[in-house]
């Protein structure tokens, strides 16, 4: 060998490609741990992601029973327009009390159902006037009353009524004679 001995070349070559691996090495554990701090990084967002994520849904879930909660008057009011508007079509019987002539008054049915077992509920002190028993007053029917005061007393001022389905007197003023 001549000159200095610095050993054989297979040796210096092994030191070399391990000095490169040590390198790589040093590398690849600074990439694993930016890797590991990365995936610890990427597990606590997706932990913010699902405190979030059920947040939303709770949030949801009180919008949903808000929304619930407010349509709850609004099918309310609309039960009550269909009640109405039913109550509106359904025929009723609409009385009205017209002076005719004398002693002579008129009860009329300007309604669009017939009044049936129409009754007078009004005590007089004198003659009451004469209507048929069970009577039926049929939409646009007239039934004349004719109603004399006595001596000391008069017509009375209103007439109460009844019928199958109103039950409570509804109460009519008696025109006074022109």
């Known amino acids: 060998m001549s000159g200095a001995e610095w050993g054989d070349v297979a040796s210096w070559g092994a030191l070399a490609l391990a000095s490169g691996a040590l390198a790589v090495s040093y590398k690849a554990r600074g990439d694993s741990k930016k890797s590991a701090n990365a995936t610890v990084g990427a597990a606590a967002a997706a932990e913010q992601s699902v405190a979030e994520a059920r947040r939303s849904a709770d949030a949801s879930i009180r919008s949903a029973a808000a929304a619930e909660s407010s349509l709850e008057p609004q099918r309310q009011d609309a039960e009550a327009r269909r009640l109405a508007e039913e109550a509106s ?15 002579t008054w008129h009860l009329i049915n300007q309604g669009t159902a017939p009044a ?7 005590a007089f002190e ?13 939409p646009g029917a007239v039934q004349p009353l004719r109603m004399i005061a006595g001596l000391g007393s008069s017509v009375p001022a209103v007439l109460d009524f009844t019928w199958e389905g109103q039950d409570e007197p509804l109460r009519l003023r008696v025109p006074p004679k022109p």
């Open 126 to 138: 004198f003659r009451r006037p004469d209507m048929p028993a069970n009577l039926i007053l049929d």
């Open 89 to 103: 079509t359904r025929p009723r019987v609409e009385l009205v009390l017209l002076f005719h002539e004398g002693s």
């Open 116 to 122: 049936r077992n129409l009754q007078l509920r009004t």
